[in-house]
């Protein structure tokens, strides 16, 4: 999921972030009201996926896998897809996403850091293409999402041919950053204006400044 930071695919994307993923000295999750509808919606896309296309998906249970499925093929690039569907050879995305990106992804396209973590999956699994599959909640649905009404919201999906010329690309550029911020002890720059709630994690040099920030961000101290 780093993927897009590193290749800079848009003007959000920081490589400052990345580095500090990997180095575990990124941002805690204070509000888990995305990843835990996520968690609990996923489930009922495959089974709308299944139902659609009258296939099989395979998924991969991260506890199982260390959250990388890939672990045997290549030590730097990674991760653990959504959903695989071996008779399309194709690889799932899945994305729970706010209702008012349904027009915003349909007039611009889907965010090309998704597109990019999808074609790395494809190509580390062999297959042919890739495909991301979005469901659109409206704001209540955070409130309890194991009682999504998803057939009651937009779903759409956007499929793509692997390119794995491109896919090869990615993976090098990936990989030379990996071994440069790897033996190097100076970090990727950060940027004041979309690394800001970063930094101000990064800096908190006692315990005053962190219940502080704790008050601020709504966090368990």
């Not at 920081?14 to 990124?26: D, K, L, P, T, V």
């Not at 489930?43 to 506890?63: C, G, N, Q, S, W």
């Not at 999808?118 to 704001?139: D, N, P, S």
């Amino acid at each position: 999921s780093s993927i897009g930071d590193v290749l800079q695919v848009n003007n959000f994307a920081s490589e400052f972030g990345a580095f500090c993923r990997m180095a575990w000295i990124s941002l805690p999750i204070v509000d888990r009201k995305y990843v835990d509808a996520g968690i609990a919606i996923e489930p009922k896309v495959i089974e709308m996926i299944e139902l659609a296309t009258k296939k099989k998906v395979t998924t991969y249970d991260p506890m199982e896998y260390k959250f990388d499925f890939f672990a045997d093929k290549d030590d730097v690039v990674g991760g653990l897809p959504d959903g695989y569907i071996e008779a399309d050879k194709n690889i799932l995305e899945i994305k729970t996403t706010g209702a008012k990106n349904y027009d915003k992804w349909n007039t611009y396209g889907v965010p090309q850091n998704y597109l990019k973590q999808a074609q790395l999956y494809a190509y580390l699994m062999g297959a042919r293409k890739y495909t991301i599959v979005a469901t659109f909640l409206q704001e209540e649905d955070y409130a309890n999402p194991s009682n999504y009404p998803i057939r009651e919201r937009r779903m759409k999906n956007w499929s793509f041919d692997l390119d794995e010329a491109v896919a090869k690309d990615d993976i090098k550029i990936v990989k030379d950053w990996y071994a440069k911020y790897t033996s190097s002890p100076i970090s990727p720059t950060w940027d004041e204006r979309k690394d800001a709630e970063l930094l101000e994690w990064l800096r908190i040099s006692d315990k005053d400044e962190f219940a502080k920030w704790c008050i601020k961000y709504g966090a368990n101290q």
